[in-house]
């Protein structure tokens, strides 16, 4: 069992603390003047901007590291300033387009080609560099940007809420995101945990932020750096734990969140199914790309959601280092937007059983990733397993909706699918199978049953090693295409702890939204593929949506999608080698 000081550092690594000195909320007092640029661009008035005037940031001492969130941010004006990133296929480059909409009509301005490789933000957007207090040149780097980031309304009669997706994809298989800043709204520039901590000793320094310049020329941004006097303090947990700010090493209290996690902006995996439940992570200090809407189920925490600057203003006010807390909850809207699941039905569905001709959903498979080899740890010795992440998504145009009822006494449930018009009316339901109770901790929801299979194929595409998870509780854990038609880019039931129901339930509700798609990793014996005995060789992975055909879809032919991998090594210390997908090389 950890001491309470071995929690603090563990958490530490993936979590600094809030500083002290947090700027004050963005206001419309600190917009910048509109562009200077030598020639007027079309679309909105983009301008840079910092928060505060000087911000306070952390070093630990047996980890040291800063993040530099330095606290300046990108605004929209006169519009919205919105992307779309798209590939055709995995043997396509990823191309990334501006919509700029001027009343009723719209345009389009294409972005060179290259500039955008993957669906993580503009990379190369932002200039950093540091100075010491004699003048010194400490650090200069560049910094990808979100416009996805952690935000906020930069003036009162800017729209209530952004109609902006919470983040950028990270999964390696994405195939189409919308990026965008509200017209009046400001995005965080820091990369957040797509960027590493920087090396800074304690003291005094001066960091200068500015948009580079390809993207001044591309977008009309005014070439106005932004100066912030930075601050940066020594700490240790122990000393904290010691002393009178023991507080802010404590871990917050269980959420109802606990037990389904994401993944961190690598193609790690997902946390939830398997795994122990976990704590409510206290804020980070970042309000940058966090991944707040990439969850899943696997044996790794995410990366905190991201606090916008106005609640971490609320936290350093209370009492010095203590944290906030995130997620959604009453009087606090942070960004992760972890939405309660529609609820189902209170009752069964009466009348005759009908697949009505309305619009339904398509899943489709995304190719496995995430490919490692374990072994069977204490529970399986002498065992060699390939783990993998799998994800079956929703490309519409109608949303996945299954509901499950029980008969009193009864161990399954019934499992109904729905059916609705253009309206949103119900007009159709169709019994599919069953729903099961998984009592297992980090699971401990009803799984809907046959909703995709895992196989190991042999180099002749033949079934060799079957793994034994087809069950599952829907969740729309990845963004992988939003730009398909009625993507939903505000999905529900993004965790678990809302949309896969109670031991005691008498019916849930699952949902896989359009866009969305729900990844799973395959890390536990009886799950993964045991490959103890395989001889070395070429294998397939195959990840395939709906089996049985239970689920009505528009197109049953696109379920199946292959990964190419090859075995080798010896018993107890087999290798494994992933091959790029076409021009996705992400293992």
Request: hydrophobic share 35%; with cysteine.
């Amino acid at each position: 069992m950890m001491t309470r000081s071995q929690q603090g550092r563990t958490n530490r690594l993936t979590r600094p603390s809030i500083a002290i000195a947090a700027a004050v909320a963005v206001t419309a007092g600190v917009v910048a003047a509109a562009p200077d640029a030598k020639t007027a661009q079309p679309g909105p008035k983009l301008s840079l901007i910092a928060a505060s005037k000087s911000v306070t940031l952390d070093s630990w001492k047996d980890d040291p590291g800063v993040y530099l969130d330095l606290g300046t941010y990108l605004t929209s004006e006169s519009g919205a300033f919105e992307l779309k990133v798209t590939r055709k296929s995995y043997k396509d480059p990823v191309v990334a387009s501006q919509i700029i909409r001027n009343g009723k009509k719209t345009t389009t301005k294409a972005l060179p080609a290259g500039l955008v490789k993957d669906f993580a933000g503009l990379p190369g957007f932002l200039q950093v560099s540091v100075v010491d207090a004699a003048g010194k040149s400490v650090l200069k780097k560049t910094e990808p940007f979100c416009p996805n980031n952690a935000s906020g309304r930069v003036r009162p009669d800017a729209p209530a809420k952004s109609k902006y997706p919470q983040s950028c994809p990270v999964n390696p298989f994405t195939l189409g995101s919308v990026w965008g800043v509200e017209n009046g709204w400001a995005a965080n520039t820091y990369a957040g945990y797509y960027s590493a901590p920087v090396q800074l000793a304690a003291g005094k320094y001066t960091a200068k932020v500015s948009v580079t310049k390809k993207y001044r020329d591309l977008f009309g941004i005014a070439d106005k750096p932004q100066s912030v006097k930075l601050t940066v303090r020594e700490r240790s947990w122990e000393e904290e734990e010691g002393g009178a700010g023991g507080g802010a090493a404590k871990v917050a209290s269980s959420s109802p969140h606990a037990g389904h996690a994401g993944h961190a902006p690598a193609p790690s995996a997902h946390a939830g199914h398997g795994a122990p439940a976990r704590t409510d992570a206290p804020a980070a200090a970042t309000t940058g790309a966090g991944s707040t809407f990439n969850v899943g189920h696997g044996p790794y925490p995410p990366a905190p959601p991201a606090l916008p600057w106005a609640l971490k203003k609320q936290a350093s006010e209370r009492q010095g280092f203590s944290a906030a807390r995130v997620g959604d909850r009453a009087g606090q809207t942070d960004g992760s937007r972890r939405a309660p699941a529609v609820q189902p039905h209170a009752k069964r569905p009466t009348g005759k059983a009908t697949v009505p001709d309305v619009p339904k959903p398509d899943l489709r498979s995304l190719p496995a990733y995430g490919i490692t080899v374990s072994d069977g740890y204490e529970d399986v010795p002498g065992k060699d397993y390939l783990a993998f992440s799998a994800n079956v998504w929703n490309a519409g145009p109608a949303k996945l909706v299954v509901d499950g009822f029980r008969s009193p006494g009864k161990e399954l449930m019934d499992a109904y699918q729905y059916f609705y018009d253009a309206k949103g009316k119900q007009v159709g339901y169709t019994p599919t199978g069953t729903m099961e109770w998984d009592p297992r901790p980090g699971h401990e929801h009803w799984h809907f049953t046959d909703f995709a299979s895992y196989r190991l194929l042999k180099a002749d595409r033949k079934e060799t090693v079957r793994s034994g998870k087809e069950a599952f509780c829907l969740a729309n854990t990845d963004a992988v295409d939003y730009t398909v038609k009625n993507a939903n880019w505000h999905p529900e039931n993004t965790d678990l702890s809302t949309a896969c129901g109670q031991e005691n339930s008498i019916s849930v509700r699952e949902v896989l939204d359009i866009g969305s798609g729900d990844t799973y990793t395959q890390d536990l014996p009886g799950q993964s593929f045991d490959i103890t005995d395989l001889p070395n060789g070429t294998y397939y992975i195959q990840v395939l949506a709906n089996p049985e055909n239970r689920l009505k879809e528009t197109n049953h032919k696109n379920n199946s999608a292959l990964r190419k991998v090859v075995l080798g090594g010896k018993k107890g210390a087999r290798t494994v080698k992933v091959p790029a997908h076409h021009l996705v090389n992400a293992n």
